[in-house]
């Protein structure tokens, strides 16, 4: 049997997108589109020797919806079946017939990269799509039988003041979706976005506490549970795949770039993308790097994710990774619940998550 026969969780990498935002870190490439099928056809291979039977399937990137229409019919018929199969789309890539390829394909959710609905943050973050086209989107979507479909919303972009924040939220419910992840803006240090931008960026960090108050405050009162530090969702709607990782599941990535972690072995699929195709061709395992975590790395992992969720987190086998002393302290502070052997962070630790985990662990 495989070694990751029995993983629960499946991510599927298609790196390709028509531009490159300036704040992106993602492995991506543009153009390409006469490597794409070749590619398509290698990921399957990969998909077919790791033989899954997995709970859910992601398929991230890059632009998954970029590809033309019988490469991701195909891609989609590879997949394994699973309770939930969620693609990523970009607004202006859908149409009514790449809608009727991902219902047709067993797709049970979308996670359409909106990330702002003002056309001069759209601008910003050189996001091709315009308001109209995301709207749009969605209603394609929801006519062919998607049935459940996730916005993506970026706050903390350079120019946006509170005023925009409140007008896309806004706008972002009016659509109805069943789920949101809202994001703070992370443009990593030395690139051409940071450059340009870092000014800004700096007067917006001033910011941050404020907009993710008002941003938790308009989802709940529209009736989204706040269920983990970025992520909002109608009764029912949780990522079922995002969960995975959050409560320490294993999982196998596949695709250039991809990552997988399987017990203690953590293994990344470098991210080129001819030598990846060559290898999966060869019939050989795509050029990766290995590292060996330790339990206490891994146990640590397990606290700092599960520790976003709104539910306890049991510490089976965590306990030795807590300082005791700082739960007294912080349980104190009215930041974090201890209940025999699990852990909850309180709404006020919520919003101080990063310090209060940090404090947390031994």
Known sequence: MSPTAGTRHLYVHVPFCAHRCGYCDFVTVTGHEDERARYVDAVIAEIDRAGLEPETVFVGGGTPSILADDDLSRLLAALPAAAEITVECNPETITPAKARVLVEGGVTRVSLGAQSFRPHLL?????????????????????????????????????????????????????????????????????????????ELERQADAMEAYYEQVVATLRSAGYRWYETANFCRPGHECRHNLGYWLGHDYLGVGVGAVSTICLERRRNRPGLRGYVAAVEAGGEPPAELELLTPAERGTERLMLGLRLDRPLELNGLAAFVDDDACERLDAAGMLRRSGDSLVLTERGRFLANDVVASVLR
């Open 123 to 199: 601008d910003v973050l050189e996001r091709r799509a315009r308001p109209e086209q995301i709207a749009a989107a969605v209603g394609v979507l929801r006519e062919a039988g998607v049935q459940s479909l996730n916005l993506d919303l970026i706050f903390g972009v350079p120019g946006q003041e509170s005023s925009d924040l409140r007008a896309d939220l806004e706008d972002l419910v009016a659509l109805e979706p069943d789920h949101v992840s809202s994001y703070e803006l992370e443009a990593k240090p030395g690139t051409r976005f940071t450059h340009r931008y870092g000014r």
